[in-house]
C-alpha cells in the first residue's frame, strides 16, 4: 500500500505532536515494508520553529533524513519577517500553505491536523 499524508502544523504547541507522529508511522512503514509518502506543512505561526537552530531542528533534520517533505508557507514566512535562507536546509517553500492543503487533498493525501 502506498500511503500519502499531509501534517498540517499552524502552532508552535503542536510541533512535538506531530513530530511524533510522523515518527511513528514512519516506523511502522518501515517495520511492515510499506511505502508512505508524507508531507508536513507549516503555516501561521508555527513556521518560526522551522529556522535554523530551533529547538527542533534536529527532529525536523531526521524526518528530512527519512523522506519526509517539510514545507513552510511563504505567506507565513512573510508575515512573521522570515526568509526562505533563514530556514533549516531541506525545508521547502510554497506560496500558500492553504493552497498546498488543497492540491495535496486533491491528489489523494490524507489530511491530518496533530
Not at 79 to 106: C, D, M, P, T, Y
Amino acid at each position: 500500500m502506498n500511503m500519502k499524508v499531509i501534517y498540517h502544523v499552524d502552532e508552535l504547541e503542536k510541533w512535538q505532536k506531530c513530530i511524533a507522529n510522523v515518527k511513528n508511522m514512519l516506523s511502522y512503514a518501515q517495520e511492515n515494508n510499506e511505502l508512505f509518502e508524507i508531507e508536513v506543512l507549516a503555516n501561521s505561526i508555527a513556521v518560526t520553529d522551522l529556522k535554523k537552530e530551533s529547538d527542533i531542528e534536529h527532529d525536523i533534520l531526521f524526518m528530512i533524513d527519512n523522506g519526509v517533505t517539510v514545507v513552510a508557507c511563504q505567506n507565513a514566512l512573510n508575515a512573521q519577517s522570515l526568509s526562505s535562507h533563514q530556514l533549516i536546509f531541506g525545508v521547502f517553500v510554497v506560496r500558500a500553505g492553504v493552497v498546498e492543503l488543497a492540491v495535496k487533498q486533491n491528489q489523494g493525501f490524507a489530511y491530518i491536523k496533530p
